[in-house]
DNA sequence: ACTATTTAGACAACGTTGTTGTCCATCTTA
DNA sequence: TAAGATGGACAACAACGTTGTCTAAATAGT
């Protein structure tokens, strides 16, 4: 189309694909009752994970400032994602954990991001879509979780 | 990892590729003389393309708002990638051209796509390559000029 | 031709999210 | 026990988005 150099297809078309799972996503968790979720969160989520962490750790996983870990967690505290507990073992820690509302969406998520992969299956091809996945993981960096996107794009 | 789901991976692959290409891009652009520019920017330059645009123009093309793509504008009018011209067939309209230091980048932005590229034809070969971008263009729609990126992550 | 509507752009106010700097409480270490 | 490191909160600021309002200019309708 426009872009006469086929060179910069190759990155636009990784992050169209990336936009179209992530909007199918968040159209199909509305649906399934979490309306108020925007993409962020849900890499967030992940960050956070199964066993809770901290501002600090978030932070770090996300690579962003302690401080903008701490105000998305208010962000996902205030709509009940999350929840924050004292840490028994050190009283300066506070624990952030999902709430069950906060699992049910990332086992959604879960669930939706694996029918998303079975329609690309189908469409593309089991072998095809394993190949491309495979070639992908041999050209980006082993940790999937500099999930430090916001804010990476858009700032001057 | 720590994503024991499969179906996460896919969109994380294809974020994160997306990632080490614009990464590469800006890092090789700041060896080339744009130390300034940011990711964003170079969306922006190509939507202008060769042919200049309006401040409303580009909003369309971009998916914000006027005023966003405007001081878009004012930034890169200020560090030299665009400039204003009066249209004489319409006196309210302000066409945005590129400046021949913002052609610069576009051009170079387009050769470093392509060695980079090449760089991934040479480590997943030509043939492996071609199939994932096709079976991208095959996921993704048509129009590869939705570049509402900037916004469409991060914000709340 | 005159008026009414639409359109382009500028300006202001505001919200969100990031940053850095500062401060205090608490844990760790020497 | 004293000194340093760490977790978290608070404030100030910057970047970038939004909507609303306003003026000037082009276009449409009568």
């Known amino acids: 189309m426009s872009s006469a150099i086929p060179g910069f297809e190759l990155p636009l078309r990784l992050l169209l694909g990336f936009r179209v799972l992530i909007d199918e996503l968040h159209a199909e968790l509305g649906r399934q009752g979490h309306p108020d979720i925007r993409p ?7 960050a ?6 901290t501002a600090v750790e ?3 996983t996300l690579g962003v400032s302690k401080q903008a870990a701490g105000k998305t967690i208010d962000t996902l505290e205030r709509i009940g994602y999350v929840e924050r507990t004292v840490d028994p073992q050190d009283t300066r820690r506070k624990l952030v954990r999902l709430t069950p509302y906060g699992m049910d969406a990332l086992v959604r998520s879960g669930q939706i991001f694996e029918s998303l992969r079975q329609r690309w299956a189908a469409e593309l091809g089991e072998e095809r879509l394993d190949a491309l996945v495979t070639d992908l993981r041999r050209m980006t960096p082993p940790d999937m979780f500099r999930l430090d ?4 794009f858009g700032t001057l």
Chains 1, 2 share one sequence.
Do not use: K
Request: net charge positive.
């Open 58 to 60: 978030l932070g770090r």
């Open 149 to 152: 996107t916001p804010g990476w």
């Open 40 to 46: 962020m969160h849900g890499f967030v989520m992940q």
């Open 48 to 53: 956070i994970g199964g066993h809770g962490t």
